[in-house]
Each structure stands twice: as structure tokens, then as C-alpha cells.
């Protein structure tokens, strides 16, 4: 089963709009931590915010916020105020406790496309 | 400022040939990775590293080795290339095992094989 689900390979959002990017995971540990990639066309992955499953607020990072919700297993990111340099890929991760060396488990993606 | 450096970002290389990666970080990680991203399919995890010479198969380990033998240092080796190898190769770096310790990540490689 996959670890990291992402289910939009593509998205659409206007300019200065809100958009959220689906992620579901499947874990059976009790700790773990969730992170969101930015990967823009230049290639470098850009880590964006991060969530561990004990923490009782969601994350937030200017623009990024992260909608934890742990008995769904979804870690959605929510995106404010899109800005066309917002278009990139979007990779969700996860770590599992007891894997060795903090080993992340990625989804396939999903491509944000802001349209002016 | 981390920084992770790959050798090169773009490579073209034949079937059969002998193929190193090079990645160096500079800020005395432990933890270091390689990956193959590849459309659909996200990243893949090849081989990682949590100490000098100590290494760990991941997810995709065949056709691959690593090698480690300074700290800020991790070399992916392709022994003998094949098209199928064609891929966008990322190197990353952690500092610990725990907690919220995001990955840090180098541009990426783009390995052609013809």
C-alpha cells in the first residue's frame, strides 16, 4: 500500500485565490511527521512546512498552512493568497518513527499552475 | 545557509559505462540520501547513508551502489549504466534521526543513458 497518497496530479488555481493540495497517508505508528516540498521548474526541492502528529495546532508558515487531520490520515496544504511564482510541483512526505536516519516517504506529486 | 551540491545537472552517458554521482553537503549532516524522481511516481529512495562508511539499501536499490567515505560526502554509482536508468537524480542531507528535521536537497542531476 502506498504510504503517501497525493490524488490531483494537476491544478488550477487564479491569482490571489486560496487552493488546498490533497495528501492522505497510511502509517501505523503513532509518532510520525508530515512535510510538504516545493519542487519549481529549476528542479531544487524546497521544503515548505512541516507537522508532527502530537502537535495539536496545525502548522502554519506565512502563505502555507497545513489542515491536519489525524483520524482521517489527511495532511492537506492550504495556500493563500496564490502568486503566480506558486507554480511548481508539490510533493506531501512523510517519516515514520523508527525509521533509520529520517527516511521520507514521498507521493507522486501534484503540478499548481496560477493563472493570472 | 545548507547547502547541497551535485557534481553536474545535466549528464549524458552510454549504456554500459561506469557512472558517478557526487553530492556534498556543508553542514556536517549525518544523514544522506539519494533519490530517482520520475513522472508518477514521485521520489523513490535509492540508497542512505546515517554515518561514515555505513550505508542502507532503500526502496530501489538495484543497479545501484553507494559510497561513503567522508562525512560530507555521498557518491551514487551506476556500475553499468542502462536506458532505464534515465532519471532525475536528487541528493539530500539530514542533521538528525527524530523530530521535525526536514531534508535538505541538492538541484538534481538529469542522468540521460543512450
Known amino acids: 500500500a502506498q504510504k503517501i497518497t497525493q490524488t490531483q496530479p494537476g491544478m488550477f488555481v487564479q491569482e490571489k485565490e486560496a487552493v488546498t493540495l490533497d495528501c492522505t497517508y497510511d502509517?501505523?505508528?503513532?509518532?510520525?511527521?508530515l512535510f510538504w516540498y516545493k519542487q519549481p521548474s529549476s528542479g531544487e526541492m524546497i521544503f515548505l512546512i512541516y507537522?508532527?502528529?502530537?502537535?495539536?495546532q496545525n502548522a502554519t508558515e506565512g502563505r502555507y498552512s497545513l489542515n491536519f487531520q489525524k483520524a482521517r490520515k489527511s495532511a492537506n496544504l492550504v495556500i493563500s493568497a496564490s502568486q503566480l511564482g506558486d507554480s511548481a510541483m508539490y510533493f506531501c512526505?512523510?517519516?515514520?518513527?523508527?525509521?533509520?536516519?529520517?527516511?521520507?516517504?514521498f507521493g507522486t506529486g501534484t503540478r499548481l499552475t496560477v493563472i493570472p | 545557509d545548507v547547502k547541497v551540491t551535485q557534481s553536474s545537472r545535466y549528464l549524458v552517458k552510454r549504456t554500459g559505462e561506469k557512472v558517478f554521482l557526487e553530492c556534498v553537503q556543508d553542514m556536517d549532516h549525518e544523514n544522506m540520501f539519494w533519490y530517482r524522481q520520475d513522472p508518477g511516481l514521485g521520489l523513490r529512495l535509492i540508497y542512505f547513508s546515517y554515518d561514515v562508511k555505513m550505508k542502507e539499501k532503500g526502496d530501489i536499490p538495484e543497479g545501484y551502489s553507494v559510497s561513503r567515505e567522508k562525512k560530507e560526502r555521498f557518491s551514487l554509482i551506476l556500475e553499468s549504466a542502462s536506458t532505464n536508468q534515465t532519471s532525475m537524480y536528487l541528493c539530500?542531507?539530514?542533521?538528525?534521526?527524530?523530530?521535525?528535521?526536514?531534508?535538505?536537497f541538492g538541484p538534481g542531476t538529469r542522468l540521460t543513458v543512450t
Open positions: 512526505a512523510m517519516r515514520e518513527k523508527g525509521t533509520g536516519a529520517n527516511n521520507l516517504f
Open positions: 502509517t501505523s505508528d503513532q509518532s510520525y511527521g
Open positions: 507537522q508532527g502528529s502530537y502537535d495539536e
Open positions: 539530500a542531507s539530514s542533521p538528525t534521526t527524530s523530530g521535525g528535521s526536514e531534508q535538505y
